[in-house]
């Protein structure tokens, strides 16, 4: 008996399988990630031979369209659909978006999985969560589980396609990070990385000051690793949170 847990982004489904049951921070027995180009394949290859899941749980922000194929994948299982719809309260969170629904699902199952993670190590303070894909979003937690609301950047990709597009001498290859950089590929790929590392700073800085208390600064998504190091704040990088906020809705009372 297993339980499925999905994760639908603008750029890839990541998904992984787990014991029934299975708790915030439990490793998965199987798990993968392809391109949203490749997803009316996943029955024929990444989920062929994988047994029956008993349960599913998604978040999904790349629209109906694409939730729908991805239902079709799944239609020779027994199994009922099931997406996460961000919620006025869920978990023992409380939402404060001005419409909750409006939020992202990956961002607020990643805010409950970060939540988790630090209830499990028994930190009660205030709650930073960065994810790195296609886009950066920088979300924050009080120490009493409120959701105070968070922002959208653009991710690298974004940031260097909307320069190559809108100017004739940016079409450079890819540089490395610099203090000062002194060529144009070094200069790129340091202001989008300083861009996203100077909004997470920011924010850790606003929500230190506001709850009186160091946030713990969890950050995830597929380019985490690659913005990470250049983050200038105490911080961890912890790769399935939006699987660890599915299993702890999976597990909560009622979602
Ligand atoms: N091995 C990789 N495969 C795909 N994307 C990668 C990889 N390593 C880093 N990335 C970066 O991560 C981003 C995708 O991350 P992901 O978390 O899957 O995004 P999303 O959730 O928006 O689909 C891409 O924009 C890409 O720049
Ligand atoms: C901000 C996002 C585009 C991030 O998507 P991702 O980078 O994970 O593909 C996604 O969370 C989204 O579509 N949010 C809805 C708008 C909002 O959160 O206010
Ligand atoms: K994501």
């Given at each position: 008996m297993s339980f499925l847990a999905i994760d639908i982004g603008n750029t890839r489904l990541k998904w992984a399988v787990y014991?029934?049951?299975?708790?915030?921070?439990?490793?998965?027995?199987?798990?993968?990630?392809?391109?949203?180009?490749?997803?009316?394949?996943?029955?024929?290859?990444?989920?062929?031979?994988?047994?029956?899941?008993?349960?599913?749980?998604?978040s999904n922000v790349a629209g109906d369209a694409v939730r729908r194929r991805v239902e079709e994948q799944m239609e020779h299982w027994d199994l009922t659909a099931r997406w996460v719809v961000p919620a006025?309260?869920?978990?023992?969170?409380?939402?404060?978006?001005?419409?909750?629904?409006?939020?992202g699902a990956d961002r607020w199952v990643a805010v409950i999985g970060a939540h988790a993670h630090a209830r499990q190590r028994g930190f009660?303070?205030?709650?930073?969560?960065?994810?790195?894909?296609?886009?950066?979003?920088v979300d924050a937690l009080s120490s009493d589980a409120q959701f105070l609301g968070g922002l959208i950047l653009p991710g690298h990709g974004i940031m260097l396609r909307a320069l190559e597009g809108g100017t004739a001498g940016l079409r450079v290859p890819t540089g490395e990070v610099r203090d000062f950089p002194?060529?144009?590929?070094?200069?790129?790929?340091?202001?989008?990385t300083f861009a996203i590392t100077g909004a997470i700073?920011?924010?850790?800085?606003?929500?230190?000051?506001?709850?009186?208390?160091?946030?713990?600064?969890?950050?995830?998504?597929?380019?985490?690793?690659?913005?990470?190091?250049a983050v200038d704040v105490p911080h961890e990088l912890v790769e399935g949170l939006i699987?660890?906020?599915?299993?702890?809705?999976?597990?909560?009372?009622?979602?």
């Open positions: 014991d029934d049951g299975a708790q915030p921070g439990a490793q998965p027995l199987q798990h993968g990630a392809v391109f949203l180009e490749n997803i009316d394949r996943l029955a024929d290859e990444d989920w062929q031979g994988l047994a029956p899941p008993r349960r599913m749980l998604g006025p309260e869920t978990a023992g969170i409380r939402n404060g978006y001005d419409h909750p629904t409006r939020l009660d303070g205030p709650v930073l969560t960065v994810m790195v894909g296609t886009a950066v979003t002194t060529n144009t590929s070094d200069a790129l790929t340091t202001g989008g700073e920011r924010m850790y800085r606003l929500l230190h000051q506001r709850e009186g208390r160091a946030p713990l600064l969890l950050m995830t998504g597929g380019a985490g690793w690659k913005v990470a190091p699987f660890d906020g599915l299993l702890a809705i999976n597990a909560a009372p009622r979602i």
